[in-house]
């Protein structure tokens, strides 16, 4: 009973930022990881509500667990942290989950497992389980302990490569990797981690974070074959004939554009175009901006919107708004990098659709008109459609466009090839053990689902690396 009060007592609280003025000048992460006191007394606000009872009953019941794609087992390594048992809180937090510490930065807490907490349908929100999970982590990688990658495991002479080294392929690799199960990596880029290295900046996650695992995991005998591209049929042939089976996770790296007159003008980008420039002065020793002095405009509402108006800040941009045809609590990212961006200086236009860009005589962009939306009448389903209201033209002068809409599917000539069917969108389909058309070729990640989270790649990767594992008769 006492216990079940501490989240009363306790106000809840949440990293803390570093101010505005001092983190646009650099790329270091915005938040401070939670310190010893702050993670042992915000774990005392957990109620340690009996999840594995519960979660089988009728209704619409939500937990952190449930609400955690790879449902995590939170309470348990709640429960250890706040009992000062880090090695416990440790092995228990990395059993389901490949690689917590990155998913304590990353993942969108607030609609995931913080969402489901049980006090978050109280006054005190929810115990604050992303910020609890990078520091216990954090705390064991300090006192030396390492994630367990099969180090003492026997090896079980079976084979498989792993297409893709995003959290998807990550994972899956991380799993077979315990099993004792020979894994060799291929990625096309020179550096490992997809979009957790190449596309989320380094202000919400630190590059040398995702190194760090790729570290352990080649310890541990992974071989990670860089700049790999597997574009042909004759590649994945020779590693059928080679591997026990494959894992594809190459993710959704179409960026989708805005279909505007003059859209391949001088000055427009796409986001993975300015995020990967951005990125090279956290490896290299680089500092060349192409937004030095512009007045960027970026289309989009959702998290790689977002990621692009604060890189743009950093890039020295003179001004930097935000074009979104919705209003702020329709946006699709987190509500947390909005209320970032406006603190480091972006302003936001709501209701707002690109129509064309204003081009000068060498087709650089001089601006872009757009249009202002509004909601119309719900439809059958109670829904209201956006409109765009006529004659409402403005412009909005600028020197750069960047393009953050979303990211579609690639379809690889040699899917067919192998026998490896696919959706109208071009995403892999598998089945729910995350088996393809081709029964010795799994896929997980953005590539089946279509652009979605870090999370729900790690636990496709996962769940194919079990089921491989039931194929060759392995247990963890
Ligand atoms: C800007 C941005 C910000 C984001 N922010 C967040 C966030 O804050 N939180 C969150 O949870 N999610 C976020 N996401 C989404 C998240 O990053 C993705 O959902 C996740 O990375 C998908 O993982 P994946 O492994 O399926 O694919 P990816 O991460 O895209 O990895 C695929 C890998 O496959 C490689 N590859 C592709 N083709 C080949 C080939 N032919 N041969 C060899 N290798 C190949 C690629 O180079 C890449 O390394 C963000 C996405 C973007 C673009």
């Given at each position: 009973m006492q216990r079940k009060k501490q989240y009363l007592k306790i106000k809840k609280e949440t990293p803390r930022k570093r101010e505005a003025d001092e983190r646009v000048i650099d790329f270091h992460p915005t938040y401070h990881l939670f310190s010893k006191e702050e993670a042992d007394t915000q774990s005392l606000r957990c109620i340690k509500c009996p999840v594995d009872l519960l979660k089988d009953m009728s209704g619409d019941f939500s937990f952190c667990r449930t609400g955690c794609p790879l449902e995590n087992k939170i309470p348990l390594w709640i429960e250890a942290t706040k009992n000062g048992d880090i090695k416990k809180a440790f092995e228990l937090s990395n059993e389901v989950s490949p690689f917590p510490e990155i998913l304590g930065m990353v993942c969108p807490h607030d609609v995931l497992c913080q969402g489901g907490c049980t006090i978050s349908k109280t006054e005190s929100g929810s115990v604050s389980i992303g910020a609890i999970e990078v520091y216990l982590n954090e705390q064991a990688f300090k006192m030396g302990l390492k994630p367990d990658y099969g180090q003492n495991k026997d090896r079980t002479g079976k084979k498989v490569a792993v297409i893709g080294s995003g959290p998807a392929g990550m994972s899956c690799a991380t799993f077979l990797l315990r099993a004792g199960v020979e894994v060799d990596m291929f990625e096309k880029?020179?550096?490992?981690?997809g979009l957790l290295t190449y596309g989320i900046p380094n202000f919400k996650i630190k590059k040398d974070v995702i190194l760090r695992r790729f570290g352990w995991m080649q310890e541990a005998g992974m071989n990670l074959h860089l700049n790999s591209d597997i574009k042909d049929s004759q590649q994945l042939k020779n590693m059928l004939d080679e591997y026990d089976a494959i894992f594809v996770?190459?993710?959704?790296?179409s960026s989708r554009g805005a279909r505007m007159k003059n859209e391949d003008s001088h000055g427009v980008y796409h986001v993975m175009d300015i995020l990967k420039h951005a990125q090279k002065r956290v490896f290299e020793d680089f500092y060349e901006?192409?937004?030095?002095d512009k007045h960027v405009v970026v289309i989009g509402g959702g998290d790689s919107a977002m990621d692009a108006v604060r890189t743009s800040v950093r890039m020295n941009a003179k001004s930097v708004r935000c074009a979104y045809r919705r209003d702020q609590a329709n946006m699709p990212g987190s509500q947390k990098e909005v209320i970032n961006a406006k603190e480091e200086g972006v302003l936001f236009e709501f209701y707002t659709a690109p129509k064309e860009v204003v081009v000068d005589k060498g087709r650089h962009v001089k601006g872009m008109i757009c249009q202002k939306t509004h909601l119309g009448e719900p439809d059958a389903s109670g829904r209201r459609k956006l409109e765009v209201i006529e004659g409402s033209d403005f412009e909005l002068e600028c020197d750069v466009i960047i393009l953050a809409l979303g990211f579609d599917n690639v379809e690889f000539p040699w899917y067919d090839d192998a026998q490896i069917n696919t959706g109208r969108w071009g995403d892999i389909l598998v089945n729910e053990e995350k088996r393809t058309s081709n029964k010795r070729v799994y896929a997980g990640g953005d590539a089946v689902r279509g652009a979605d989270l870090a999370v729900t790649a790690a636990a496709d990767g996962r769940l194919a690396a079990l089921s491989m594992m039931q194929d060759f008769g392995l247990t963890l």
């Open positions: 880029s020179d550096r490992p981690g996770g190459l993710g959704a790296p901006s192409i937004l030095e």
